[in-house]
């Protein structure tokens, strides 16, 4: 049977690591880009197959033991992979998304020196994501949870000899490790708790259990630390936007399509622990929440194409824990697909566009791409139309869903969050109307070269393009007439559904939505179309509140001053004081000590043999009065 | 008379010692070394240790003490040209010595064994005997000693060569 | 004879191999001839020998015999050696003095 076969899906990805590093000098570019693309699509294939065959298979919950990877005591943790709907999704959408971005990188790469390493990193890369998503316990998955990382750290830093970029890599690193840490701490809670680290044996447990009980509080808080960390939300999402320093295919694949999913894809994993813990999704749901709309306020003033997209990302993700913590996991983890494939789309045409202006970001130097780059152009207004909410495409129904049940948990935060969402209507449309209309603002030299992206470039939009405008049959409510496949399909994972709203309101509800998000885009139409408005240069003086958005709320001088520098202080003391005079001075007052010590021993070693021969006469009476003495 | 032979060489033995120690001429020392080497061939004796006895008067009354004379002959050392320790060495060193002597015997005193020594194997100190333990039990310390004396031997010859410059 | 000598007590000969050894100690402190202080060498380990002898005598031990029977062997191959460095030495500095063999330190 197939699903047996679900260990070649991370195997072949590590093939193709493996050769592909092993001849980055060697291979032609041609061959590297075929073998780093065809192993993922391999893995894709085989996606597919298990993906039908669970389809058709009454038993929904298939676990692959290899082999037994660590066994000490009690612990026993089996290499081991679980397949089960949460995870075949998950595995369509890496192998199926990395597929087209590894297509794509074949023409935006082509010209770099680094291009089979880079592909070598994809395919590490995507190895990494399918081991986080298909271990059947924790400790795998946390394998994979480290290897994205560091895949991550690789490829921000993939132009290392600028320092700005290799710094971009090591924050990225230090932010993920935060919540690294509290995820570990998690696990070791779980095993202490539960006796186990696998999954089928710690969630039966839960699900007898109360809620309320404080350890399983304590551990949910600790995985959505780790969650935090991973998926960018405050405080720790500072590190995305920096991230954006890679090359945009990383960007997309692992910046927004997948790694930074992996937060939710845990949460929703371990639904049942969280379901025990309202504090703790009360506190996911204001967490979530909070970032989208501070990533939205950031992103209003962003004149970097890429720094839009990161904090847009950033936001989206935001209403995804939103969805989570009011208990909304298969919305959340549908707007995981949906936002899978618009923002790969988006981050694509980004990169698109990056590409025919000659590594050009800054949008005040872009405008009137719409003739010259024609297919870029069509498929990035339906990512943005996707992204914003419009019927129907695939955003409308993802994000339709994780507001209707946002509005029966709380309306308070319901309002905010609709009002997040015009904002992103608003800052998309922002972003699409400086890219593409109006008139090209870079120098005449520049404007003759300007060319669309090659094929390999454009396919891969085209098809991502579709995903994104009709991902959204997946999930269509019932309200509107669909059955909501996916929330169907995930019932065997997800334990518990939150309830969603009668159907009036919920007509009402996307009303409200859909009208809002118009009048948003109507606005930017009027302001950057109507009104021809270019964003001021750095140095313009600003409102303060457009001042604080621009700054992105100053998180990054907040925290060089709460942590960074008090740190710096602190090592420099311990340096000076500690390590300098007392560490230092012990060792080095040893050597010299024992140097002095040695110089006035040297005295008594005068050559004088009778003064010896004294000596040990002394030396012979003190022994024998001692014992003496001592009877 | 028993024991008074014991007594009567023992003062012996620590008269000629310290004449050893105290002549000025070192002929002198040596020759007083000879006859204090010579009561102790008197106490193997009485110690019916006779092997011993033979040894300690062919090998060092006779072997030893005429290499100490033949190097002070060559040397031309018999006169009293030695430049002399200050009265204060030598006090601090006779004082030193003393204590070391108090302390022998004081330790001794807390032991209190005092036994006669009594011969209860005639045989002890025989020849036959001792070859018997000593190409026994004791047979590699035996050949190593050898090795030891040629070694000396080699060292000595080496030692006392004239370099070739 | 022998009968007769017998009843020593082993005390005696602790006292006076002591003694003579004592005397020997004396002798290196108070000379400053390398000859003379040798001879002291000798006096000690005489003291030693008859020490071993008696005890051996006492425990009816043939192996404290065995060992003097060693010592007299290396006092043999120690005098030697020890002469031979004495005569080199002289034939260097013109002296036997000790305190002119004073540059064994740093």
Not at chain 1, 468 to 481: D, K, Q, R, T
Request: glycine share 8%; hydrophobic share 55%.
């Amino acid at each position: 049977m197939i699903i047996d076969l679900v260990w070649l899906v991370p195997l072949i990805p590590l093939i193709g690591f493996i050769l592909n590093g092993l001849g980055r000098n060697t291979f032609s570019k041609g061959l590297t880009g075929f073998i780093g693309s065809g192993v993922i699509f391999i893995s894709f294939a085989i996606s597919v197959g298990i993906f039908l065959a669970l389809g058709s298979d009454p038993v929904k919950s298939h676990e692959i033991f290899l082999f037994d990877w660590i066994s000490a005591g009690s612990l026993h943790i089996p290499l081991s992979f679980l397949v089960d709907p949460l995870s075949s999704i998950m595995l369509l959408i890496i192998t199926g998304v990395g597929f087209l971005i590894h297509i794509y990188s074949i023409g935006y790469m082509h010209g770099d020196e680094g291009f089979g390493k880079f592909f070598s990193y994809l395919n590490l890369f995507i190895f990494f994501m399918l081991l986080l998503v298909l271990g059947s316990n924790y400790i795998v998955m946390f394998i994979g949870w480290e290897g994205v990382g560091l895949c991550s750290y690789l490829l921000i830093g993939f132009w290392y000899t600028n320092s700005n970029y290799a710094s971009a890599a090591k924050k990225a690193f230090v932010m993920n490790r935060i919540g690294d840490l509290g995820f570990l701490l998690g696990v070791f809670f779980i095993f202490t708790t539960f006796g186990s680290v696998e999954f089928s044996k710690i969630f039966p447990q839960a699900a007898n259990m109360l809620p309320g009980n404080s350890t399983i509080a304590l551990i949910a808080l600790l995985l959505f630390i780790g969650a935090c960390g991973k998926s960018a939300q405050l405080p720790l999402f500072t590190w995305l936007p920096d991230a954006m320093a890679g090359p945009t295919p990383v960007s997309a694949l692992i910046h927004a399509a997948t790694m930074v999913t992996a937060g939710i894809y845990m949460i929703a994993r371990s639904n049942i622990l969280f379901d025990l813990a309202p504090m703790i999704q009360h506190i996911i749901a204001i967490v979530g929440l909070a970032t989208a709309i501070v990533a939205a306020i950031i992103a209003l003033t962003q004149t970097d194409i890429k720094k839009v997209l990161a904090y847009s990302t950033v936001s989206q993700l935001g209403y995804m824990f939103l969805g989570l913590g009011v208990g909304a996991y298969d919305g959340a983890f549908f707007h995981v697909i949906t936002h899978a494939f618009f923002k790969a789309l988006l981050f694509l045409c980004a990169g698109s566009v990056i590409h025919a202006l000659h590594h050009e970001q800054d949008m005040r130097h872009m405008g009137g791409l719409r003739k010259k780059l024609p297919v870029t152009f069509i498929t990035m207004l339906i990512g943005t139309i996707a992204i914003a909410g419009l019927p129907p495409f695939s955003g409308f129904f993802s994000k339709d869903e994780i507001l209707a049940h946002v509005y029966t948990h709380d309306k308070l935060m319901w309002g905010i969050a609709v009002f997040g969402a015009f904002l992103t209507a608003f800052y998309m449309f922002r972003m699409l109307f400086l890219t593409f209309y109006g008139k090209y603002r870079g120098t005449h030299h520049a404007e003759e070269k300007i060319h669309e992206s090659p094929g390999s470039m454009t396919i891969p939009l085209i098809v991502l393009a579709v995903l994104s405008a009709a991902g959204g049959i997946i999930g269509i409510p019932e309200v509107l007439g669909g059955s909501h496949w996916l929330s169907h399909w995930l019932a065997p994972v997800i334990h518990h559904t939150a309830e969603s709203p009668d159907h009036a309101t919920e007509y009402a509800l996307m009303a409200v939505s859909v009208i809002g998000v118009l009048i948003s885009i109507g606005v930017a139409y009027s302001r950057y179309i109507g009104k021809n408005h270019i964003p001021a240069p750095d140095e313009a003086k600003r409102s303060l509140l457009a001042n604080l958005s621009y700054n992105k709320f100053y998180f990054d001088e907040i925290y060089d001053a709460l942590i960074r520098k008090p740190l710096d202080i602190l090592s420099g003391f311990f340096y000076r004081i500690f390590d300098n005079k007392i560490v230092d001075g012990i060792v080095n007052g040893l050597g010299w000590g024992t140097s002095e010590a040695s110089k006035g021993l040297r005295l008594v070693q005068s050559g004088n043999v009778g003064f010896y021969i004294f000596m040990m006469v002394v030396g012979i009476i003190s022994l024998l009065l001692y014992t003496y003495l001592s009877l | 008379m028993g024991t008074s032979v014991f007594y009567f060489v023992a003062t012996l033995s620590v008269i000629f010692s310290l004449l050893v120690i105290f002549s000025k001429n070192p002929v002198h020392s040596v020759l007083y070394l000879i006859l204090t080497f010579f009561t102790f061939t008197v106490h193997y004796v009485l110690l019916n240790a006779q092997f011993l006895a033979v040894v300690n008067f062919i090998v060092y009354m006779g072997a030893i003490m005429v290499l100490f004379l033949f190097v002070l002959m060559l040397l031309n050392l018999n006169k009293d040209n030695e430049p002399l320790k200050s009265n204060m060495v030598k006090i601090v060193g006779v004082i030193a010595g003393c204590c070391l002597l108090v302390t022998l015997i004081g330790s001794l005193k807390a032991t209190a064994v005092s036994d006669p020594v009594l011969l209860r194997n005639p045989d002890l100190g025989l020849l036959k005997n001792l070859g018997k333990e000593l190409f026994g039990p004791f047979m590699l310390p035996f050949e190593l000693s050898s090795i030891l004396l040629l070694s000396a031997m080699v060292g000595a010859v080496l030692l006392t060569k004239k370099e070739k410059v | 004879m022998t009968h007769q000598l017998q009843g020593v007590p082993l005390n005696h000969y602790i006292w006076l191999s002591a003694i003579i050894f004592t005397i020997g100690v004396i002798g290196v402190l108070t000379r400053r001839n390398a000859i003379v202080i040798f001879m002291s060498v000798e006096l000690m380990l005489n003291a030693v020998n008859l020490l071993l002898t008696a005890f051996s005598v006492h425990s009816n031990d043939p192996s404290g015999q065995v060992f003097v029977f060693f010592i007299m062997a290396l006092a043999a191959a120690e005098v030697a050696v020890g002469l031979s460095i004495i005569v080199m030495v002289y034939r260097n500095t013109q002296s036997t003095d000790i305190n002119v063999l004073n540059r064994l330190k740093w």
